[in-house]
């Protein structure tokens, strides 16, 4: 069984120390094993498991919902249904996100054309007053 110091373990993961800390404090990891000199030692699960999570970090889901994920891993009773439930849940977020997104993209870019570029002040550049008159409402 190999087992990992943390800083071995954060180089494997590609992650730093504090990010291993992190993850155990709001248990996203359990705390781990310690040797008789109080040094943490971690076998290869936990490498697995911060891939895990770095991987549905990287598919939009927060360590909130990751948690979730995690305590569904863990339950014996949980369903792949389950988990297909938040990750229909996240596409619809995205989803979301992609509509507003969209929508700022086309106000900048009207913004963008409508600004004449040239070396008028700040005081006449429409874009700053639109960004003024939105901050208003």
Same mark, same amino acid.
């Not at 087992?3 to 373990?9: G, H, N, R, V």
């Not at 369903?79 to 993209?105: F, G, M, P, Y």
């Not at 070396?119 to 939105?134: K, Y």
């Given at each position: 069984?190999?087992? =990992?110091?943390?800083?071995?373990?954060a180089?494997?993961?590609?992650?730093?120390?504090e990010?291993?800390r992190?993850?155990?404090?709001?248990g996203?990891?359990?705390?781990?094993?310690?040797?008789?000199?109080?040094?943490?030692?971690?076998?290869?699960?936990?490498?697995?498991?911060?891939? =895990?999570?770095?991987?549905?970090?990287?598919?939009? =889901?927060?360590?909130?919902?990751?948690?979730?994920?995690v305590?569904?891993?863990?339950?014996?009773?949980?369903?792949?249904?389950?988990?297909?439930?938040?990750?229909?849940?996240?596409?619809?977020?995205?989803?979301?996100?992609?509509?507003?997104?969209?929508?700022?993209?086309?106000?900048?870019?009207?913004?963008v054309?409508?600004?004449?570029?040239?070396?008028a002040?700040?005081?006449?550049?429409?874009?700053?007053?639109? =960004?003024?008159?939105?901050?208003?409402?």
């Amino acid at each position: 069984m190999q087992i =990992f110091s943390i800083s071995q373990l954060a180089s494997e993961a590609g992650v730093n120390l504090e990010t291993i800390r992190y993850y155990e404090r709001h248990g996203l990891l359990p705390e781990p094993h310690r040797n008789g000199q109080g040094h943490r030692q971690y076998p290869k699960e936990y490498l697995h498991s911060i891939r =895990f999570i770095k991987n549905a970090q990287s598919m939009g =889901f927060s360590l909130h919902e990751i948690s979730g994920l995690v305590a569904l891993k863990m339950n014996r009773h949980a369903t792949c249904n389950d988990v297909r439930e938040l990750a229909h849940s996240k596409c619809k977020d995205i989803e979301e996100k992609i509509e507003q997104l969209t929508k700022i993209r086309e106000y900048l870019l009207l913004l963008v054309e409508t600004c004449p570029g040239n070396e008028a002040s700040l005081n006449e550049c429409p874009t700053i007053e639109a =960004f003024n008159q939105v901050l208003q409402t």
